[in-house]
C-alpha cells in the first residue's frame, strides 16, 4: 500500500493520537493534502491503524482513487480486532459523505461512495441512493440496469423495489413505477415510499388515492416539507384551493432552490398594513411570471407594494405595474419601504381561494410598443401570419419530460402562408438545421434578441407574434401573460405543473391560452397535431 512507501516515523517522542487529531483537523478544514500526509505518517509508524486507513479512504474517494479507497476500506477491516464494528464505522463514514456529497450535488463523488458501500457483499440499504445518483447525472439506462439487478439480488428488500419506482417513474413508466412501488410498500411501509407512491398515482389521476399516500406520509414522518408540497400540488391541481394552499407552503422547507428571507421584517398573513409590502419572486422566471398576475391586486392591502424578482424582469414588469416598486434579486431593498413581506408562491391563499377569484382580463403584462411595431414590421412583410415556436424546457428536475423535439410540431409547419420564428431560449442552431434538413422548414431565429437573458426584448417579440405553441416553459407563460392566441403542450405525469390543472382546456391565469395534456403513452407529436386545425382557423 502506499502508506508503506511513506517514510516511517519512528521517534520515540511520536504520539500517534495526537497526529492523527491534527490530521482530522485539517481534513474538516479541506486542508486534503496536508492531512494526508500526516495519515500517512502514522500508517508508517503503525501498519494496523485502523482510525488512519479510514480517513486515508475518504482522502482518496475526495481524489477521486477509488481503488485505493476500497483497499483501504478492506484493508481496515482486515486489520481490524473488531472487524463487525469497523464494517459498521466504515459504511456509515461512507454514507454521511455521501450525503454531503449529495446536497452539495456532487453525484460523481456519491456515486464513488455508494459503489464502494455495495461492494460490501448483502449490503443492499443504498441501492436507491446509489440510483439517484445515476439519474442525477442523466445515466438512466445504468440506473435502471442497477435498480433491476438490486431486485434480483435483494427480491424481499424494500429499498430494491424502492429504487426499481424511482428510476420507472423518472423514464414516465408509471404503471410500472406504480407496481414496484407497492411492493415496496408490503415490504418496507415508510413516509418515503408512502410519498412516492403519491405522487404516481397523483400523475396516474387517483387524486383521492394520492391524497392517502401523503397524509400516511406526514404521519410517519419523513420530509414533512416534501409531503405536504405534493399534497397541496394535488389538491391546488383539482381546484381545493384552500387547502391546497395551506399544504403547499411546505415547498419553503423543500426546495433547495428557494431563496430565504434577507429582511427583518414580519411575514405577511393577508391582513391591511399601513407601510410597505415586499412580495419576493420565487422558482423560476415562468412561476415569477404566473404568480405576477396577483401582484397588482396586492395594493387592497398596502400602500405600497414592492417587487423583488429576477433581474430580467424588472423593465417588463416595471412598465406593466407602474403602481409596483419593482427590484431586481441583484439591488438591495431599501428596509425603511418595507413593512411586512411575504413570497409570491403564498399570496394565492388570500387572492385565490376559487375558480371565481380568477379576473377575467386576456393579459396583465405589457412588451416595449415601439419594439413590438419595429419586430412586427421585420416579420410580417410578406403578409404570412407569424406563429412563434418553443419547444423545450430547461426544468433542472422534469426536462427530459417536459421537453419535446422540433420535429414534433411537423403538423403545424405544414399550416399555409404561415412564417415560423425561434422563440426558444439556448442555442437552438442543431435544432434548426436539423429541422431543415428533415422537413425542409426554416425556423427564423433572431440574432439580435438573446431569448433567455433579454426578457423585455422576448416579450416584444412574442408580442410581434400572431400565435404561438410551445411545450410548458418560461415562454408560455410570457405569451400568456401578454394577451397572445398561445397553445401550451403539457407533459404526462409528474412534470405537468398543478397550475395547468387537470380539466381545463383553458388557463385561468392566461384569458388567451389553450392547453392541451398529453395522455399516457401519447406522443409529443400526436398531441401537437390534434391542435393543427384549431391553430389554422386562427392565422387564416
Given amino acids: 500500500m502506499q502508506a508503506m512507501q511513506a517514510k516511517r516515523a519512528t521517534a520515540p517522542s511520536f504520539n500517534a493520537k495526537e497526529v492523527l487529531r491534527r490530521a482530522t483537523h485539517l481534513h474538516r478544514q479541506d486542508r486534503i493534502d496536508e492531512a494526508e500526509q500526516l495519515y500517512l505518517e502514522v500508517l508508517a509508524y503503525d501498519p ?120 420507472q417513474q423518472r423514464f414516465g413508466r408509471w404503471k410500472e413505477a406504480e407496481a414496484a412501488y407497492r411492493e415496496a410498500l408490503r ?38 416539507g416534501m409531503a405536504r408540497m405534493n399534497k397541496g400540488v394535488a389538491l391546488l391541481a383539482v381546484g381545493r384551493f384552500k387547502e391546497g394552499w395551506a399544504n403547499y407552503d411546505g415547498r419553503i422547507d423543500s426546495l433547495a432552490d428557494l431563496r430565504t428571507y434577507s429582511y427583518p421584517q414580519p411575514y405577511w398573513a393577508g391582513e391591511k398594513i399601513e407601510g410597505g409590502l415586499l412580495v419576493s419572486g420565487e422558482q423560476g422566471i415562468g412561476d415569477q411570471i404566473l404568480y405576477a398576475s396577483m401582484l397588482q391586486e396586492l395594493t387592497q392591502f398596502a400602500p405600497q407594494v414592492i417587487a423583488e424578482v429576477d433581474p430580467r424582469l424588472v423593465s417588463l414588469f416595471a412598465r406593466s405595474f407602474p403602481a409596483i416598486k419593482v427590484f431586481g434579486f441583484d439591488t438591495a431593498v431599501p428596509d425603511e419601504m418595507i413593512k411586512a413581506q411575504t413570497r409570491i408562491g403564498s ?118 407574434c400572431d400565435a404561438v405553441v410551445s411545450v410548458s416553459n418560461t415562454t408560455v407563460h410570457l405569451a400568456g401573460a401578454l394577451g397572445r392566441p398561445t397553445w401550451t403542450f403539457v407533459p404526462f405525469g409528474q412534470a405537468r405543473m398543478w397550475y395547468w390543472f387537470v380539466d381545463h382546456s383553458d388557463s385561468p391565469f392566461y384569458g388567451t391560452m389553450q392547453v392541451r395534456r398529453q395522455g399516457l403513452g401519447q406522443s409529443w407529436a400526436d398531441l401537437i397535431a390534434g391542435s393543427a386545425s384549431e391553430i389554422d382557423r386562427l392565422v387564416r
Fill in 48 to 167: 494496523r491503524s485502523v482510525a488512519a486507513m479510514q480517513f486515508l479512504a475518504l482522502v482518496r474517494i475526495k481524489q477521486g482513487a477509488l481503488a485505493s479507497a476500497l483497499e483501504y476500506v478492506a484493508t481496515a477491516i482486515e486489520c481490524s480486532e473488531t472487524p463487525e464494528k469497523t464494517l459498521r464505522v466504515c459504511l456509515q463514514t461512507l454514507k454521511e459523505l455521501a450525503s454531503r456529497f449529495t446536497a452539495k450535488s456532487q453525484h460523481e463523488q456519491a456515486l464513488a461512495c455508494y459503489n464502494l458501500i455495495l461492494a460490501v457483499p448483502g449490503d443492499g440499504s443504498c441501492i436507491h441512493f446509489r440510483c439517484d445518483a445515476l439519474v442525477a447525472l442523466d445515466r438512466l439506462d445504468e440506473a435502471l440496469a442497477g435498480a433491476e439487478q438490486a431486485v434480483l439480488e435483494f427480491p424481499n428488500h424494500g429499498n430494491s423495489h424502492f429504487a426499481l419506482g424511482r428510476v
Fill in 187 to 224: 415490504l418496507t411501509p415508510n413516509s418515503s415510499v408512502h410519498g412516492n407512491l403519491g405522487v404516481v398515482l397523483n400523475s396516474l389521476g387517483h387524486v383521492d388515492e394520492a391524497l392517502h399516500h401523503y397524509n400516511k406520509a406526514l404521519a410517519l414522518g419523513g420530509d414533512e
Fill in 347 to 464: 399570496v394565492g391563499q388570500y387572492l385565490r381561494r376559487s375558480f371565481e377569484d380568477f379576473p377575467k382580463r386576456d393579459y396583465f403584462l405589457v412588451a416595449d410598443c415601439g419594439r413590438t411595431a419595429e419586430l412586427r414590421a421585420r416579420l410580417a412583410h410578406d403578409g404570412r401570419r407569424v406563429i412563434g415556436v418553443s419547444w423545450k424546457s430547461k426544468n433542472p428536475t422534469h426536462e427530459r419530460a417536459k421537453s419535446a423535439q422540433l420535429t414534433d410540431f411537423a403538423a403545424i409547419f405544414r399550416l399555409p402562408n404561415c412564417r415560423f420564428v425561434d422563440l426558444q431560449y439556448g442555442d437552438t442552431s442543431a435544432d434548426r438545421a436539423a429541422l431543415q434538413a428533415e422537413l425542409g422548414v426554416t425556423l427564423d431565429h433572431l440574432d439580435d434578441i438573446d431569448n433567455k437573458n433579454d426578457i423585455d426584448g422576448l416579450a416584444s417579440l412574442i408580442s410581434a
